[in-house]
């Protein structure tokens, strides 16, 4: 494969938000003007040397990075292939990735006078990340989540509310992310002169999808730096989950002009590849055009969004963030799958053999790892992204494993 | 009889210094049987067009009572082919008046724009508005449905700039739709302030007819528009309506209908 010449971090998205065919900008008028504004602040921000000094600073002081990257001596022992590193993303303040994302863009809301913060979360990360930011700055904060989710991930949901955040439920729909995005981009319409929306993952809207994978860039950088630290040399490959796609773009970013570095999205399987039962968009995905972006997305005959199953919230989303669609078309990364048991058995395996209890959305990535380190050579350097800690995911757990032996 | 234009319609609403008045109704709510029963009960009442919504399973720019329409309508089976069926039936049942489909795009662009627009066409459709289409991203869209003879339209929107307004009048063959607030589709009790004021500006500054939507649900807000914009568009007062009364709300449509004109 020949090198890409630098699509990261700022020669994509184009003018018009697009990566290849993937993004862009399709709103209703009303959302086409404060889009606008705040593609013109971050441009600003971007450009500015101490909004990135205040970031990093927040990074270092707040959210205690850099995170490391930890050699999983027992796992790789026991799997017998490929040298497992994780980057440890779990460690960050408020367990996951999600973080980066919130101080960047609560920094960028400030900048834009904006006072009252809304956001979407599926697991719960993004919210708790969001209403984390809102409160060190003194901001309102209010979460959309779907009405399931809550149900599912309800430790997430006291945390927030102790952040002192509103959570609405949201209850159209499937009562999942999806429906979430929809109402913030509601409630973003109707109140766009005092309001800030802050988008989770990479995807929605232009400037959405570039504004994100900017801030969770970091991961990347990191990675980078500590694994020629650490081995010497460049990874064979990089393994993330891919819901939207934030952790995975944060990570890849690092690696995707080095074309030797596998970059490899795990998306949701659920219980099976079949109508209503997965969110594995690249697996019976098509082209559709979903809240705000062109992408590879889940739908029916009729264009309709399809159901989505995961037994993770997180994963558990429509349509793929368009960077990711362009780096599959390009053949620049793969995507795969893994299945919701594949998932829970892997975040047990590195529970016990690494005393890490990962969010069941990493765990797709760890199930991977666990599948594929085997056939591997012991000198293949494998970096899988924990995005986060599974302390939210201890109810779902128990529940899964009920409904098992029933 | 030959069904006038979307555009014709509106230009003849000013040149008699009234409004037409353009119910939307969601189509397959709650089934297609009652909704072509409704389009004719609307006609009949005193419409002069219809915007007919094409259900959809994320509508971002509604409302709640719009998205529960388009949720009914879903589970009642509700496609995009369904719909072209039940407004081919409206037009043999004698449906005269112009009618523009109110979508979002991934039914249309899944179908293909020239499937779509030559679809709709033969179904009796004159033109379409597209709410998650912005006219910079339209060009493909914009020629095929040229092509086929179909009117487009495209909203604006208290935030839309000068610049924006004049990309958006010159897609619009049909006419323009004045989104008439910052916020979704839904009934409200006041129109916004200066909304008369508004309406005369994007006057003076577009070449295609306007339409006024977006909150307005009262005879009153019908009469204090009446005049001020060449269509005055009624949606979720009336969609609320057919969610309560069901197979009942073609007799119930007529009833309001009447009593929204009645001060016009």
Known sequence: ?406 | MTTKTLRQTLLDARAAKTSAFVPFVMAGDPDMTTSTGILLSLEKSGAAAIELGVPFSDPVADGVTVQQAAERALAAGATLAGVFDMLKQARAQGLAIPVCLFSYLNPIFYMGYDVFARTARDAGAQGALIVDLPPEAAADYLATMKAAGMETVFLCSPTTDPVRLALIDAASTGFVYYVSREGVTGAQTALPTALSEKLADLRAHLTAPLAVGFGISTPAHVAALTGKADAIVVGSALVKTIGEKAADAPAALAAQVKELLAAA
């Open chain 1, 1 to 406: 494969m020949t090198a890409l010449k630098s699509p990261l971090p700022n020669t994509l998205p184009d003018s018009a938000g697009f990566y290849g065919d993937f993004g862009g900008r399709f709103v209703p008028d009303t959302l086409m003007a404060p889009l606008a504004e705040l593609e013109d602040a971050y441009n600003k921000a971007h450009a500015d040397p101490a909004f990135w000094a205040d970031y990093e600073r927040l990074l270092d002081e707040f959210v205690g990075r850099e995170t490391p990257l930890q050699p999983m001596h027992r796992l790789t022992a026991q799997l017998g292939g490929a040298k497992i590193y994780l980057k440890r993303e779990d460690l960050a303040h408020t367990g996951a990735h999600k973080i980066n994302n919130a101080i960047g863009q609560i920094l960028l809301a400030q900048r834009m006078g904006k006072k009252r913060i809304i956001a979407e979360t599926g697991a719960g990360q993004h919210g708790v990340a969001t209403a984390t930011a809102a409160a060190a700055f003194g901001l309102e904060c209010i979460v959309y989540m779907g009405a399931d989710d809550m149900a599912r991930q309800e430790p997430n949901v006291y945390r927030m509310r102790l952040l002192g955040a509103e959570v609405v439920p949201v209850t159209s729909g499937s009562r999942t992310l999806k429906d979430a995005v929809s109402e913030a981009m509601r409630d973003w319409v109707s109140h766009v002169h005092d309001t800030y929306y802050l988008l989770g993952s990479a995807l929605g809207p232009h400037p959405y999808p570039r504004m994100v994978r900017d801030f969770q860039s970091v991961i990347g950088r990191e990675a980078r730096a500590q694994i020629l630290a650490a081995e010497g040399r460049l990874p064979d490959s990089i393994v993330a989950c891919v819901g939207g796609g934030s952790n995975a773009i944060g990570i890849f970013s690092g690696f995707v002009d080095d074309a030797q570095v596998k970059l490899i999205g795990v998306e949701a399987g659920g219980t099976a590849i079949a109508k209503g039962q997965h969110a594995a968009r690249f697996s019976g995905g098509s082209m559709g055009i979903f809240q705000g972006m062109k992408t590879i997305i889940l739908q029916d005959t009729d264009g309709q969004a399809e159901l989505t199953h995961s037994v993770s919230a997180g994963l558990d989303y429509t349509g793929v963030g368009p960077e990711h669609a362009y780096l599959q078309a390009l053949g620049r990364a793969e995507y795969t799958y893994a299945l919701d048991d594949d998932a829970v058995a892997a975040l047990h395996r590195l529970a016990r053999t690494e005393g890490i209890i990962c969010a069941l959305e990493s765990a797709h990535a760890v199930a991977y790892a666990i599948k594929t380190a085997p056939a591997l050579s012991k000198d293949h350097l494998m970096i899988v992204n924990l995005s986060g800690r599974g302390d939210k995911d201890i109810g779902i757990l128990r529940s899964y494993e009920e409904n098992k032996k029933s």
